[in-house]
């Protein structure tokens, strides 16, 4: 029996926010951890982009839609980072045949 006071958009909002929690506590783990730098960037874009679904979440929740625009770009920055990091990585095995040795 559902009691008279419940509220699913509540419900839902919460556990979102406790996923984004676990899945943030899992992507550190992976930037403290990882085995190499690659690892460790990926995590990174990872928590930018739960950062990232945090702040729609807080922004749906309070009505104040203009932090949308804020998160939009935090996601294209981020990602282009990524890219930026990936290039790098390539170049520097293309110049240097032990660095895929030596990453993993």
Do not use: C
Not at 15 to 42: E, K, M, N
Not at 43 to 57: E, Q, R, S
Not at 94 to 104: K, Q, V
Request: hydrophobic content about 60%.
């Amino acid at each position: 029996m559902i009691p008279e006071n419940f509220d699913p958009i509540q419900t839902g909002i919460v556990l979102s926010g406790g996923i984004l929690a676990l899945a943030a506590v899992i992507a550190l783990y992976r930037v403290v951890f990882g085995p190499t730098p690659a690892d460790r960037v990926i995590a990174v874009d990872l928590l930018t982009m739960l950062l990232v679904g945090l702040v729609v979440v807080v922004a749906v929740t309070h009505g104040v839609f203009a932090i949308l625009d804020v998160a939009l770009a935090v996601a294209i920055l981020a990602f282009l980072a990524t890219i930026g990091f990936a290039r790098y990585l390539l170049r520097s095995h293309l110049t240097d045949p032990g660095a895929a040795r030596r990453t993993g």
